[in-house]
């Protein structure tokens, strides 16, 4: 495995445990919690997509079976998402989707420190 990807298998990993965390292990989309549930960190738009990936407004955390369930029916989600933002934002996001970043190995170590950091600051 190259660098680049351990720095990315690294800071999708502190990612999710954040976004798990900020959002206290209950899912967007039907409310289930860390208790009955299996939570994720679930993402409206693709994570292929480096220019969202770790963008903390993509992301959200969700129950495993309603995370699988957006593979094959994206409204769900796209609802629970937009009545949490807005529509307007909704279209900011996928603006940015839509585009091209490439982000260097240093932003990635950064972002991996930012993420640690908040981590800590929910604990």
């Known amino acids: 495995m190259t660098d680049r990807k ?10 999710s445990e954040y976004i798990r965390a900020r959002d206290k292990y209950k899912c967007i989309t039907c409310g289930a919690t860390k208790e009955t ?17 770790w963008d903390e ?8 079976g309603c995370n699988y369930r957006h593979e094959f029916d994206f409204e769900q989600f796209r609802r629970a998402w937009i009545d949490r933002h807005s529509a307007a934002e909704y279209d900011k996001l996928y603006a940015k989707f839509s585009g091209h970043t490439k982000f ?3 932003e990635l170590e950064a972002m991996i420190g ?3 950091k908040k981590i800590q600051e929910i604990k």
């Open 6 to 15: 351990k720095l990315v298998k690294k800071l999708d990993k502190i990612f």
């Open 57 to 64: 407004s993509n992301a959200h955390a969700q129950c495993a």
């Open 37 to 53: 549930h299996i939570i994720q960190c679930g993402h409206l738009f693709s994570r292929q997509c480096h220019s969202t990936r």
């Open 104 to 106: 260097t190995n240093s």
């Open 114 to 116: 930012y993420y640690q």
